[in-house]
């Protein structure tokens, strides 16, 4: 073999494994765990190139409200590349099964969306569990969004609620990423 040809098999190799590193960085999720108290209650994987915020729990008041609400520690997602696009989880307290967690969502509701119109309700497995799908569209902050809501059933008396907004005008190949965070939900063991 002369060395024209070994240099070209060693560039050939040299490319083949680029190419696979590649690939598998391509893949790369970013795995996050909600906790509560210490306790690890679920994890997703965030894709490359999203950006994520932790709220711990607080207490608000809405200001036309003189009702508090204590709120969990809320858990977002959103893409770099775009602002009009949101996906959140929250372990809502003392919501301990998927109809108490149906009440929170008629509850919040209106807190998070003006002229919400639900088009699709569904049963669903998310991670293994059963997860009630509330899809529609409405208003968020004067603009049109589109929504999915999600009730996740957890072990024991517990519900992860997960909501997606898609505000209009958003680009339609950052749903994978959204898709990859569903598919990647897992009950903490």
Excluded: C
């Excluded at 809320?74 to 696009?85: H, R, S």
């Excluded at 024991?156 to 907004?165: D, E, I, L, Q, Y």
Aim: no cysteine; hydrophobic share 40%.
């Amino acid at each position: 073999m002369d060395l024209l040809q070994k240099s070209q098999n060693l560039l050939g190799a040299i490319t083949a494994a680029v190419i696979l590193m590649s690939a598998s960085l391509a893949g790369a999720q970013t795995p996050v765990t909600y906790t509560e108290h210490g306790k690890a209650l679920f994890q997703v994987k965030v894709p490359d190139f999203w950006s994520v915020r932790v709220g711990g729990p607080r207490t608000l008041s809405p200001s036309d409200d003189e009702d508090t609400r204590n709120v969990s520690r809320v858990l977002g997602m959103q893409p770099e590349a775009a602002d009009n696009i949101w996906v959140g989880f929250i372990v809502p307290d003392g919501v301990r099964n998927l109809e108490e967690g149906a009440d929170y969502v008629r509850d919040i509701g209106p807190q998070l969306l003006g002229e919400a119109e639900v088009t699709k309700r569904e049963v669903r497995r998310i991670g293994g569990r059963t997860a009630h799908s509330i899809t529609g569209k409405g208003r968020r902050n004067g603009k049109g969004v589109q929504f999915t809501a999600l009730l996740i059933d957890l072990p024991g008396p517990r519900v992860a609620f997960s909501v997606t907004v898609l505000q209009d005008g958003f680009d339609p190949d950052l749903l994978g990423g959204i898709n990859s965070i569903y598919s990647s939900f897992r009950v903490a063991q």
